[in-house]
């Protein structure tokens, strides 16, 4: 069975440019989560969604983030525009109800 | 005050000894409490979850104390392959909507 699936795994962009981070969650979970994670401020929830709708996005950093969930197997995270502040590694994660959380391998970002 | 606090180490113990890390959370009201593991350059796994009652698996027992409001992991025996980082996280959601804090981590080194 596929775990989560994130794209691309590497991103290495200049400041100023539109970045788009893709997932696929594990069928049939009807949560996704969208993480960052950084030396100095660790792991941080980012979004989550439950059935496609966005629940919490108090996490969102600023303006220049937007996530969507179009259907039950995909979602998006954008940077436009991305600063080299925004370098982490983004993970994505699914659940089924509040049952364990199974993350992607990770997207890690480098903004120049 | 971090809504989830942990000493982020690194511990350094030689293999066979037994550790232990402890988490403190602010919210009395959190409802679910989980320990992931994550590998250098990987994504957080789950290790395990944390009962009231406390839980054991092989080497590994969890415990919750909800009127300090901390828990914690204990591993017997340590192995060279359980070097990683530690993170404790905690649910203060209920009813379907989530709150899911993780800690910033503890690191494991296990010295043969």
């Known amino acids: 069975d596929a775990g989560v699936i994130q794209s691309p795994r590497h991103e290495v962009t200049e400041m100023g440019q539109e970045v788009t981070l893709r997932c696929k969650p594990i069928?049939?979970?009807?949560?996704l989560f969208w993480y960052r994670q950084t030396m100095m401020r660790g792991l941080e929830l980012l979004i989550y969604?439950?059935?496609?709708?966005?629940?919490?996005d108090s996490g969102m950093p600023e303006d220049r983030f937007s996530a969507k969930m179009p259907n039950a197997s995909f979602s998006t995270l954008k940077i436009q525009p991305s600063e080299p502040r925004d370098s982490a590694v983004y993970f994505c994660?699914?659940?089924?109800?509040?049952?364990?959380?199974?993350f992607g391998p990770g997207t890690r970002l480098l903004v120049l | 005050r971090k809504e989830v606090e942990q000493d982020p180490g690194p511990f350094n113990v030689p293999e066979g000894a037994t550790v232990a890390f402890n988490c403190t959370y602010s919210?009395?009201?959190?409802?679910?409490f989980f320990w992931y593991r994550q590998d250098c350059r990987k994504e957080p796994k789950l290790l395990m979850s944390?009962?009231?009652s406390g839980n054991e698996d092989g080497r590994f027992t969890a415990q919750l104390n909800r009127a300090s409001q901390y828990i914690s992991l204990l591993i017997r025996d340590s192995k060279l392959s359980d070097s990683a980082t530690y993170l404790c996280?905690?649910?203060?959601?209920?009813?379907?909507?989530?709150?899911?804090?993780f800690g910033t981590g503890t690191k494991l080194q296990v010295i043969p």
């Open positions: 944390v009962y009231s």
């Open positions: 919210n009395s009201a959190s409802q679910s």
């Open positions: 969604f439950n059935n496609n709708v966005p629940i919490d």
């Open positions: 069928s049939g979970h009807d949560y």
């Open positions: 994660a699914s659940s089924r109800g509040q049952e364990t959380q199974y």
């Open positions: 996280v905690v649910n203060m959601g209920a009813g379907g909507y989530q709150k899911v804090t």
